[in-house]
């Protein structure tokens, strides 16, 4: 009778090790995508607008880590490297930065084709002055953010993203804008993998 008890009982004790090591199996096998912020199932785009190329950079990389499409914030007179000179008094952004009423920049457009079907739109932006660079702003104004994940990101030499995702999300008014990522202008894709990582884990 003991040693019946005894086998019934270890063989519980297996079969407990066995559902333990079955459920550990199925986590570890879950997708990628499977999270809150960017569901597996989830339609996403990376819309961004760079200045020097950094954001562009960083931008296609996430798209191809997401399987994201891609659109590019472009104003109607794009910036030259004589315009971007912050060194210069009188370039074009450092009168745009002194004066508010002409960082309203024209874009060639801002309508994204199918806008409705995404469920997650990331921004991305250089930061100028400790802010979204301003070409940005006219494109979040100008769309429904309702339904939608938002998620900013930036690159900068040195500033941090601060405060600027959360000024966009006034300026949106609609959307669930969600905490923003700063990579560096060298942004490598590495930096990308591992933030996408860490989102996909929150």
């Not at 040693?3 to 879950?30: M, P």
């Not at 669930?176 to 490598?188: E, I, N, P, T």
């Amino acid at each position: 009778m003991k040693t019946r008890k005894k086998w019934f009982a270890a063989l519980l004790t297996a079969a407990l090790l066995l559902t333990g090591c079955s459920s550990g199996s199925a986590s570890s096998g879950s997708s990628d995508r499977s999270s809150a912020l960017i569901p597996e199932d989830a339609k996403v785009l990376v819309a961004y607008f760079s200045a020097t190329g950094n954001t562009k950079s960083a931008a296609q990389m996430i798209a191809d880590e997401l399987d994201a499409d891609l659109f590019e914030i472009t104003p109607t007179d794009p910036y030259t490297d004589d315009d971007l000179d912050w060194t210069n008094d009188n370039s074009r952004v450092v009168q745009e930065h002194e004066n508010e009423d002409l960082q309203d920049i024209e874009l060639t457009t801002t309508e994204v084709e199918n806008w409705d079907s995404y469920d997650v739109v990331l921004i991305g932006y250089p930061i100028w002055w400790g802010d979204a660079a301003w070409p940005v702003n006219n494109f979040v104004k100008n769309n429904d953010f309702s339904g939608k994940t938002v998620i900013p990101f930036c690159t900068s030499s040195e500033s941090g993203i601060g405060d600027s995702g959360d000024h966009l999300a006034e300026m949106a008014g609609t959307g669930d804008w969600q905490k923003g990522h700063r990579f560096a202008s060298d942004v490598s894709e590495e930096d990308v993998e591992e933030w996408i990582d860490s989102i996909e884990e929150d």
